[in-house]
Protein backbone atom coordinates (compact mmCIF):
# COMPACT_ATOMS: atom_id res chain seq x y z
CA UNK A 1 0.00 0.00 0.00
CA UNK A 2 0.96 3.62 -0.73
CA UNK A 3 2.46 5.86 2.31
CA UNK A 4 2.11 9.53 2.55
CA UNK A 5 4.38 11.94 4.18
CA UNK A 6 3.22 15.77 4.65
CA UNK A 7 5.58 17.93 6.04
CA UNK A 8 5.84 20.46 8.07
CA UNK A 9 2.75 19.22 10.82
CA UNK A 10 1.98 22.31 12.10
CA UNK A 11 2.45 25.74 10.63
CA UNK A 12 1.99 29.16 11.84
CA UNK A 13 1.89 31.70 9.31
CA UNK A 14 1.55 35.55 9.38
CA UNK A 15 -0.62 37.21 6.67
CA UNK A 16 1.24 37.81 3.86
CA UNK A 17 3.65 35.83 3.61
CA UNK A 18 4.55 32.96 1.68
CA UNK A 19 3.84 29.24 2.02
CA UNK A 20 5.22 25.47 1.04
CA UNK A 21 3.75 22.40 1.90
CA UNK A 22 5.31 19.39 1.01
CA UNK A 23 4.07 16.26 0.32
CA UNK A 24 5.65 13.10 -0.51
CA UNK A 25 4.36 9.27 -1.86
CA UNK A 26 5.94 6.08 -1.67
CA UNK A 27 4.92 2.37 -2.05
CA UNK A 28 3.93 3.42 -6.01
CA UNK A 29 4.63 5.12 -9.06
CA UNK A 30 2.44 7.29 -11.61
CA UNK A 31 0.35 7.90 -8.34
CA UNK A 32 -2.78 10.51 -8.88
CA UNK A 33 -1.70 13.32 -6.47
CA UNK A 34 -4.19 15.19 -4.68
CA UNK A 35 -4.11 18.45 -2.80
CA UNK A 36 -7.54 19.06 -0.35
CA UNK A 37 -8.50 21.73 2.06
CA UNK A 38 -10.54 20.94 5.41
CA UNK A 39 -11.34 24.17 7.24
CA UNK A 40 -12.55 23.49 11.15
CA UNK A 41 -15.55 21.29 11.54
CA UNK A 42 -16.37 21.36 7.59
CA UNK A 43 -15.37 18.75 5.10
CA UNK A 44 -13.20 18.21 2.05
CA UNK A 45 -12.29 20.54 -0.39
CA UNK A 46 -10.26 19.57 -3.74
CA UNK A 47 -7.99 22.01 -4.44
CA UNK A 48 -5.81 20.55 -6.87
CA UNK A 49 -5.18 17.20 -8.31
CA UNK A 50 -2.18 15.86 -10.61
CA UNK A 51 -2.30 12.91 -13.12
CA UNK A 52 1.52 13.60 -14.01
CA UNK A 53 4.82 15.24 -13.42
CA UNK A 54 4.19 19.18 -14.40
CA UNK A 55 0.26 17.94 -14.78
CA UNK A 56 -1.69 20.69 -12.54
CA UNK A 57 -5.51 20.80 -12.27
CA UNK A 58 -6.69 23.54 -9.89
CA UNK A 59 -10.57 22.61 -9.14
CA UNK A 60 -10.82 26.24 -6.83
CA UNK A 61 -9.67 29.57 -8.39
CA UNK A 62 -7.49 31.29 -5.25
CA UNK A 63 -4.13 32.75 -4.09
CA UNK A 64 -2.72 28.75 -3.65
CA UNK A 65 -0.68 26.90 -6.49
CA UNK A 66 0.32 23.75 -6.63
CA UNK A 67 3.72 22.20 -8.74
CA UNK A 68 4.73 18.52 -9.62
CA UNK A 69 8.20 18.87 -9.86
CA UNK A 70 9.28 14.92 -9.71
CA UNK A 71 6.63 11.80 -9.81
CA UNK A 72 6.07 11.46 -5.94
CA UNK A 73 6.28 15.07 -4.85
CA UNK A 74 3.70 17.43 -5.14
CA UNK A 75 3.86 21.01 -3.36
CA UNK A 76 1.59 23.55 -2.25
CA UNK A 77 2.72 26.73 -2.10
CA UNK A 78 1.11 30.95 -1.99
CA UNK A 79 2.84 33.97 -2.69
CA UNK A 80 0.90 35.40 0.18
CA UNK A 81 -1.22 34.01 2.83
CA UNK A 82 -5.22 35.05 3.45
CA UNK A 83 -6.43 34.98 6.73
CA UNK A 84 -9.00 32.44 5.02
CA UNK A 85 -6.15 30.16 3.63
CA UNK A 86 -6.14 28.78 7.47
CA UNK A 87 -7.29 24.87 7.75
CA UNK A 88 -6.09 21.41 7.67
CA UNK A 89 -4.24 20.67 4.57
CA UNK A 90 -4.40 16.94 3.37
CA UNK A 91 -2.36 15.25 0.61
CA UNK A 92 -3.82 12.64 -0.76
CA UNK A 93 -2.87 9.66 -3.54
CA UNK A 94 -4.50 7.25 -5.43
CA UNK A 95 -2.92 4.34 -8.12
CA UNK A 96 -6.25 4.64 -10.41
CA UNK A 97 -7.58 8.07 -11.64
CA UNK A 98 -11.24 8.48 -10.83
CA UNK A 99 -11.99 4.42 -9.32
CA UNK A 100 -8.86 3.78 -7.26
CA UNK A 101 -9.06 4.24 -3.34
CA UNK A 102 -7.11 7.32 -2.21
CA UNK A 103 -4.71 7.33 0.69
CA UNK A 104 -4.48 10.26 2.31
CA UNK A 105 -1.34 11.59 4.54
CA UNK A 106 -1.25 12.92 8.07
CA UNK A 107 -2.26 16.93 7.38
CA UNK A 108 -0.73 19.91 7.93
CA UNK A 109 -2.80 22.51 9.97
CA UNK A 110 -2.30 25.97 9.23
CA UNK A 111 -3.14 29.05 11.06
CA UNK A 112 -2.67 32.22 9.60
CA UNK A 113 -2.54 34.91 11.52
CA UNK B 1 -22.67 15.68 -11.36
CA UNK B 2 -22.03 12.76 -8.71
CA UNK B 3 -22.11 13.70 -5.50
CA UNK B 4 -22.44 12.02 -2.03
CA UNK B 5 -25.60 13.23 1.05
CA UNK B 6 -24.48 11.63 4.68
CA UNK B 7 -26.15 12.01 7.90
CA UNK B 8 -25.74 15.18 10.06
CA UNK B 9 -24.16 15.17 12.86
CA UNK B 10 -22.83 15.15 15.67
CA UNK B 11 -23.60 11.99 16.70
CA UNK B 12 -23.06 11.01 20.67
CA UNK B 13 -24.31 7.54 21.44
CA UNK B 14 -23.20 5.47 24.96
CA UNK B 15 -20.57 2.78 25.32
CA UNK B 16 -21.97 -0.78 23.34
CA UNK B 17 -25.03 1.30 21.74
CA UNK B 18 -25.80 0.73 17.86
CA UNK B 19 -24.70 2.62 14.79
CA UNK B 20 -25.93 3.77 11.87
CA UNK B 21 -24.75 6.62 9.78
CA UNK B 22 -26.49 6.99 6.65
CA UNK B 23 -24.76 7.80 3.62
CA UNK B 24 -26.91 8.33 0.06
CA UNK B 25 -25.36 8.82 -3.49
CA UNK B 26 -26.34 10.01 -7.06
CA UNK B 27 -24.13 9.06 -9.64
CA UNK B 28 -24.50 8.61 -13.47
CA UNK B 29 -22.11 5.55 -13.60
CA UNK B 30 -21.44 2.56 -11.33
CA UNK B 31 -19.38 4.18 -8.65
CA UNK B 32 -17.27 2.64 -6.06
CA UNK B 33 -17.97 3.48 -2.43
CA UNK B 34 -16.12 4.33 0.77
CA UNK B 35 -15.82 4.88 4.23
CA UNK B 36 -13.57 6.74 5.76
CA UNK B 37 -12.69 7.92 9.34
CA UNK B 38 -10.66 10.84 10.96
CA UNK B 39 -9.56 10.68 14.56
CA UNK B 40 -8.74 14.42 16.08
CA UNK B 41 -5.62 15.76 14.68
CA UNK B 42 -5.22 12.92 12.06
CA UNK B 43 -5.60 12.56 8.28
CA UNK B 44 -8.58 10.01 6.80
CA UNK B 45 -7.89 6.66 6.99
CA UNK B 46 -10.15 4.15 4.55
CA UNK B 47 -12.25 2.20 6.75
CA UNK B 48 -14.61 0.10 4.15
CA UNK B 49 -14.92 -0.12 0.34
CA UNK B 50 -17.44 -1.82 -1.79
CA UNK B 51 -17.02 -1.73 -5.68
CA UNK B 52 -19.63 -3.08 -6.80
CA UNK B 53 -23.92 -3.46 -6.11
CA UNK B 54 -24.54 -6.22 -3.14
CA UNK B 55 -21.09 -6.04 -1.92
CA UNK B 56 -20.47 -5.77 2.05
CA UNK B 57 -17.53 -3.95 2.88
CA UNK B 58 -16.38 -4.71 6.29
CA UNK B 59 -13.72 -3.58 8.70
CA UNK B 60 -12.82 -3.22 12.33
CA UNK B 61 -16.99 -4.59 13.21
CA UNK B 62 -18.06 -2.11 10.96
CA UNK B 63 -20.16 -2.73 7.71
CA UNK B 64 -21.76 -1.07 4.58
CA UNK B 65 -23.62 -2.78 1.91
CA UNK B 66 -23.81 -0.89 -1.52
CA UNK B 67 -27.44 -1.10 -2.34
CA UNK B 68 -28.13 0.13 -5.83
CA UNK B 69 -31.70 0.36 -5.56
CA UNK B 70 -31.90 2.70 -2.72
CA UNK B 71 -28.45 4.41 -3.93
CA UNK B 72 -27.14 4.04 -0.22
CA UNK B 73 -24.26 3.07 1.46
CA UNK B 74 -25.39 2.98 5.47
CA UNK B 75 -22.30 2.53 7.74
CA UNK B 76 -23.32 0.30 10.80
CA UNK B 77 -21.66 -0.97 13.80
CA UNK B 78 -23.08 -3.08 16.35
CA UNK B 79 -21.66 -2.07 19.70
CA UNK B 80 -19.56 0.89 19.76
CA UNK B 81 -16.59 1.99 21.68
CA UNK B 82 -15.12 5.14 22.98
CA UNK B 83 -12.24 4.74 20.62
CA UNK B 84 -14.56 4.77 17.08
CA UNK B 85 -15.11 8.66 18.47
CA UNK B 86 -14.30 10.45 15.27
CA UNK B 87 -15.72 12.19 12.17
CA UNK B 88 -16.86 9.35 9.24
CA UNK B 89 -16.81 10.49 5.83
CA UNK B 90 -18.67 8.46 3.16
CA UNK B 91 -17.46 9.09 -0.58
CA UNK B 92 -17.76 7.56 -4.29
CA UNK B 93 -15.28 7.14 -7.00
CA UNK B 94 -16.21 7.13 -10.73
CA UNK B 95 -14.01 6.44 -13.54
CA UNK B 96 -15.72 9.43 -15.51
CA UNK B 97 -14.14 11.79 -12.40
CA UNK B 98 -10.92 12.95 -11.90
CA UNK B 99 -11.22 13.05 -8.09
CA UNK B 100 -13.64 11.49 -5.09
CA UNK B 101 -16.42 13.31 -4.09
CA UNK B 102 -16.83 13.64 0.04
CA UNK B 103 -19.74 13.61 2.11
CA UNK B 104 -19.72 16.56 4.51
CA UNK B 105 -18.33 14.15 7.54
CA UNK B 106 -20.71 13.06 10.64
CA UNK B 107 -18.69 13.45 13.65
CA UNK B 108 -19.43 10.49 16.29
CA UNK B 109 -18.89 10.85 20.09
CA UNK B 110 -18.82 7.77 22.14
CA UNK B 111 -19.41 8.48 26.06
CA UNK B 112 -18.50 5.60 28.27
Known amino acids: SQTIHQWPATLVQPVGSPLSLECTVEGTSNPNLYWYRQAAGRGLQLLFYSVGIGQISSEVPQNLSASRPQDRQFILSSKKLLLSDSGFYLC????????????FGPGTRLLVL | GDSVTQMEGPVTLSEEAFLTINCTYT??????LFWYVQYPGEGLQLLLK?????DKGSNKGFEATYRKETTSFHLEKGSVQVSDSAVYFC???????????FGAGTRLTVKP
Open chain 2, 91 to 101: ALSDKNNNDMR
Open chain 1, 92 to 103: ASSAIAGVGTQY
Open chain 2, 27 to 32: ATGYPS
Open chain 2, 50 to 54: ATKAD
